[in-house]
């Protein structure tokens, strides 16, 4: 019984030995690539929540918030048939992350020919909030960059 012990030993000792010999000189990066294959202890970024819209890193907060006013806007004007409206807006935004100053002004012109656009009453209180929106973020970027002086009430 004690011989059957020791032999079953010494053979899974030579075939462990013999698996270590085929796996070569790398046996150390083996390992360790068979621990880091366990479960990860957190939750994969893919499924945590974050930012809806996706901004440019590095900008301003504020310069982000206009970014997302101006991109929610954008999405309602081409929803509601206001394309080249929708474009101009979203060519502000996008020369707002280059060139900061233009694309400001760009968006004020933008919010300016808003205000003459006819659109049915119902639509009327979504499109006024979404610019209001708007107009304040710009402000507020506007005030912040020291470009033009507006004052508040």
């Known amino acids: 019984m004690l011989l059957e012990l020791l032999v079953g030993f010494v053979v899974s000792l030579l075939v462990l030995a013999g698996i270590l010999v085929m796996l070569g000189p790398n046996v150390k990066g083996t390992i360790h690539r068979i621990r880091s ?10 499924f945590q929540k974050g930012p809806h819209e996706a901004l440019p890193p590095g ?11 101006a991109a929610r806007l954008s999405t309602w004007l081409r929803a509601h048939g206001q394309e080249d409206l929708s474009k101009e807006v979203r060519g502000a935004a996008a020369r707002l992350t280059s060139n900061e100053p233009a694309g400001l002004y760009a968006m004020q012109t933008a919010l300016r020919k808003l205000k003459a656009l006819s659109i049915e009453d119902n639509a009327r209180e979504r499109l006024n909030a979404l ?22 009430p």
């Open 37 to 46: 294959l366990r479960r990860p202890t957190t939750v994969p970024s893919v």
């Open 59 to 69: 900008l301003n907060p504020k310069t982000q918030r206009v970014l997302v006013a």
């Open 131 to 152: 610019s209001n929106e708007l107009r304040i973020a710009v402000q507020d970027r506007f005030e912040q960059l020291e470009l033009l002086p507006f004052k508040r």
